[in-house]
């Protein structure tokens, strides 16, 4: 019998599981016990049933392999009799989330800090996905965040690190180690939602596109499906090779960190179709020739057109998107006569919908689009749904979105990011804002006057579970609004998120420069919330 090995610990500060897991830099997770601490207090909350089965995978970042394999011996010394790892570590978050489900897992361990920077001087996250394949939900993280706190063991077994690429099965302990293929099991989920033949036929009929892995996860799973299955060229997939630091890259699909992608979708030489997926793979770009599609148009547009796909014909339910998000899903919902869901910043609020058939497509302005065939946002998925949609209605992406516009009108919208801020300052303005609250309505900003301002809470419908102080909205008269947040995802300092948005009608100008037309939002944001004052930045550092 294997000998269980006890080792003595004490608790580290600050193992607060945020909005996706616990991220710190990779000299935190260094410290000796510190990885260990935080899994074995997953393992004391969830407590698996004897023999149940863990999944373990993660984006390939810099420390992946050390913590994978300590996972795997702690696995078997907590009672997991099934260990299941994608090859050399790797599992995109979507692919996690379809190998929890497809093979009955108790849940998993994800091991990502999405797109945040990789590398000895980076960032490193732990996740833990529940048997739905979704994130943890708050009852659980709130746990596992108690339990760190008095935590004074955690458990091992003595065994060798086991080889990561080699496909097959190998005892540790107790359990049995499953090394599977991290693409074959989602790619195939992917060719039963879409129609690959007519993709097919849009390839060989001349369609082009670019997509840029970033040096991060989704590189092997778009190489198998893009150039495998569906015939794209070989080169179509850029930065296609997952590396250990991103190849010293932001592997955040955006503007900024996806310039050379922009650039290209600008200019003469475009392909008909410009994606990118980030760092973990749940999140996506989408550029057309000539036109950028911002995450919350895109979700729009996908779920206005989802049932082109085979596997959603006759079957959406309904819509969710995260607060912040603009409200151009919601137009859709009010079009096709289905529900519309409005839940707090987080894959894992969407959970509860997903599972009780609720809705069927779900998004973030984050760039994260999903559906219910897993429970995490899906980059890829995005794409190949934008390509089904293309193929078969035979048009181009700036068609399919100036067509959207004329019928539903156009939600400008854009989100300021002030990163790496002084935390004290992120508080201060937080503070001011919400004491500003009760006295806002009835104020005015230039032509803008405020109709609403609260702080955003919200109520599970399926459940009834409530989750307050999710974001400060200040809503005016004429529909446009700003959302300010602190983001959960970063690992130092404190992110500034400030949304704006104005809506369009149809027969108003719904193609003029962005920028502008949400100045008016912009001057009112600092007038109502002193961000140069608190923040010292005198301009956003990233616009999305």
């Known amino acids: 019998m294997t000998q269980i090995v006890t080792v003595p610990t004490t608790p580290f500060e600050g193992q607060a599981p945020g909005t996706s897991g616990l991220r710190k830099k990779v000299k935190v997770f260094q410290q000796p016990g510190y990885a260990e601490n935080f899994i074995q207090s997953v393992f004391d909350v969830v407590q698996p049933e004897p023999g149940a089965v863990l999944v373990i995978g993660g984006d390939g970042r810099f420390h992946n392999r050390t913590v994978i394999q300590q996972a795997i011996r702690m696995a078997a010394a907590n009672g997991y009799g099934r260990v299941i790892v994608g090859q050399g570590g790797i599992l995109s978050t979507p692919a996690a989330s379809h190998v929890i489900r497809k093979y009955g897992a108790s849940g998993g361990l994800v091991l990502s800090a999405s797109h945040n920077p990789g590398g000895p001087d980076e960032d490193f996250g732990i996740k833990y996905n529940i048997a739905n394949g979704g994130p943890a939900p708050e009852s659980v993280t709130g746990a596992v965040h108690g339990r760190t706190g008095t935590i004074d063991r955690w458990l091992t077994v003595e065994a060798d690190d086991i080889d990561l690429d080699r496909i097959g099965e190998v005892p540790v302990g107790a359990a049995k180690v499953q090394i599977i293929d991290p693409v074959a099991d989602y790619a195939d989920l992917m060719e039963a939602l879409f129609d690959f033949a007519a993709i097919r036929k849009a390839v060989s009929s001349g369609f082009t596109m670019r997509f840029d892995a970033m040096s991060a996860v989704t590189g092997p799973y778009a190489k198998a499906i893009l150039e495998g299955r569906l015939g794209f060229p070989a080169g179509t997939v850029v930065n296609g090779e997952p590396l250990e630091d991103f190849g010293g890259h932001h592997p955040d699909p955006n503007l900024i960190h996806a310039k050379a992608l922009y650039d290209l979708m600008m200019s003469a030489e475009a392909p008909d179709l410009g994606a990118a997926s980030d760092g973990d793979g749940d999140r996506n770009l989408?550029?057309?020739?000539?036109?950028?599609?911002?995450?919350?148009?895109?979700?729009?547009?996908?779920?206005?057109?989802?049932?082109?796909?085979?596997?959603?014909?006759?079957?959406?339910?309904?819509?969710?998107?995260?607060?912040?998000?603009?409200?151009?899903?919601?137009?859709?919902?009010?079009?096709?006569?289905?529900?519309?869901?409005?839940?707090?910043?987080?894959?894992?609020?969407?959970?509860?919908?997903?599972?009780?058939?609720?809705?069927?497509?779900?998004?973030?302005?984050?760039?994260?689009?999903?559906?219910?065939?897993?429970?995490?946002?899906?980059?890829?998925?995005?794409?190949?749904?934008?390509?089904?949609?293309?193929?078969?209605?035979?048009?181009?992406?700036?068609?399919?979105?100036?067509?959207?516009?004329?019928?539903?009108?156009?939600?400008?919208?854009?989100?300021?990011?002030?990163e790496g801020i002084a935390s004290e300052g992120a508080k201060a303005l937080m503070d001011g804002i919400t004491a500003r609250l009760p006295m806002l309505p009835g104020s005015r900003f230039g032509a803008l006057t405020v109709g609403q301002a609260d702080s955003f809470s919200y109520t599970d419908p399926v459940d009834g579970s409530v989750s307050a102080n999710q974001g400060l909205r200040v809503l005016f008269e004429d529909g446009s609004r700003i959302v300010f947040r602190l983001s959960g995802t970063g690992t130092q300092g404190a992110t500034l998120r400030v949304y704006l948005e104005r809506y369009e009608p149809p027969l108003g100008d719904i193609d003029a420069d962005t920028g502008t037309m949400l100045q008016p939002q912009i001057e009112a944001a600092e007038a109502i919330a002193a961000i140069a004052q608190h923040t010292g930045r005198s301009a956003p550092d990233v616009i999305t």
């Open 286 to 418: 989408i550029i057309g020739r000539h036109r950028f599609i911002t995450p919350s148009d895109s979700l729009a547009m996908l779920a206005a057109n989802i049932e082109i796909a085979p596997a959603y014909r006759g079957r959406l339910s309904g819509i969710a998107r995260s607060m912040p998000t603009s409200a151009a899903a919601d137009r859709v919902a009010e079009g096709l006569g289905v529900p519309v869901f409005e839940t707090p910043t987080g894959w894992k609020f969407f959970g509860n919908l997903l599972d009780a058939g609720r809705v069927t497509i779900c998004g973030e302005e984050s760039a994260g689009t999903g559906s219910d065939h897993v429970r995490e946002k899906d980059g890829l998925w995005a794409v190949l749904l934008w390509l089904n949609i293309l193929a078969v209605r035979g048009i181009s992406v700036d068609e399919l979105a100036r067509e959207h516009w004329a019928r539903y009108g156009r939600n400008y919208y854009a989100r300021h990011d002030y």
